[in-house]
């Protein structure tokens, strides 16, 4: 009889312990999904707080810069040393360094064969705009001849040079421009053709930083080297250009740099340009 009580007392006690056991096992992993709960919490509130952060600081970031972003540009002009100057560069001074860097404006070359209107956006070449502002404010083109006129190859009628004057054609027509230099800016290196019909471009030599007051007008694609800034589009006279294209050129570059002087006669009269818009 006691052994058999003594067997009820300790399987009671097993079912007991197994129990306590089963208890305390539970408690524990409650204890941990509840610190796996917190844990979490603290590192999603560690993320979220990271990217609170890059996402305010994107924002101040843009913030910054539309603080940054004053409509204005910083040009450097390179001045040519008075012992380096040839006789066809022309001294008109030197345009601001602060100008400005939004809006558009139009360009108007009045020639002897009617108007040659240009479209110029100042967030893309704030500087060569400046640059034309300052020289068309000098008079620098009056009474000037476009000088060059390629038909073969590419397809452009360059103008510019204030030593092309319209008392007669020279060997030396093609190496003016004023007595500073500037950087190239809105170069097409992803466009195909780089310059196509329609489009005003500066012309430089083959050092960087070296453009002056020289541009060439394309009257069909050309495939240049996209090293010469892109000045604007030709919203009014192509029409004239490709007049003076059709009547040929004296092929009087023909053994340099191509083309010639053009068969028909473009005079610069007056560059105006309308206020930035």
Aim: hydrophobic share 35%.
């Amino acid at each position: 009889m006691t052994s058999t009580r003594e067997r009820q007392r300790a399987a009671a006690r097993a079912r007991l312990e197994k129990e306590m056991a089963e208890r305390a096992a539970r408690a524990r992993k409650q204890r941990m999904v509840r610190n796996a709960v917190a844990g979490g919490a603290v590192l999603l509130l560690v993320v979220a707080g990271g990217v609170w952060a890059l996402v305010n600081l994107g924002d101040d970031d843009k913030k910054s810069d539309t603080a940054a972003d004053t409509g204005t540009a910083q040009c450097t002009w390179t001045e040519i040393p008075p012992g380096e100057r040839t006789p066809q560069v022309k001294n008109a001074g030197l345009p601001p360094t602060s100008v400005p860097a939004k809006g558009s404006q139009t360009m108007t070359i009045d020639t002897n064969l009617g108007p040659i209107a240009v479209k110029m956006d100042l967030a893309a070449v704030p500087c060569t705009a400046a640059s034309f502002n300052h020289l068309a404010s000098k008079d620098f083109w009056d009474n000037t001849k476009c000088h060059r006129l390629v038909t073969e190859g590419i397809k452009v009628l360059q103008c510019g040079d204030p030593s092309a004057t319209g008392n007669g054609w020279r060997e030396t027509d093609g190496q003016g421009g004023p007595t500073y230099r500037f950087a190239e800016e809105n170069l097409p290196t992803d466009k195909r053709p780089p310059y196509p019909e329609g489009v005003i471009a500066m012309a430089k030599t083959q050092a960087p930083s070296s453009t002056g007051s020289q541009f060439f007008i394309v009257y069909g694609d050309s495939q240049l080297d996209p090293s010469y800034t892109v000045l604007g589009t030709v919203t009014q006279g192509m029409d004239l250009v490709k007049q003076v294209a059709a009547a040929g050129d004296d092929g009087a570059f023909a053994a340099q740099a191509g083309g010639g002087h053009p068969k028909k006669e473009v005079v610069i009269k007056d560059v105006t340009l309308t206020p930035a818009a």
